[in-house]
């Protein structure tokens, strides 16, 4: 569904960070154009 994409990660600090959503993209046809982990209060 994201393959040739470009995408932006939102992470949560108590959730999932925007890095491990990262990892998990890695060698997939998917360029991450921003990523940031931010604490939603």
Excluded: H
Excluded at 12 to 38: H, M, N
């Amino acid at each position: 569904m994201l393959e040739g994409k470009n995408v932006i990660i939102l992470g949560d600090r108590d959730g999932i960070p925007g890095q491990a959503i990262e990892k998990c993209l890695e060698g997939k046809d998917i360029k991450v154009i921003f990523s940031t982990t931010e604490c939603y209060v």
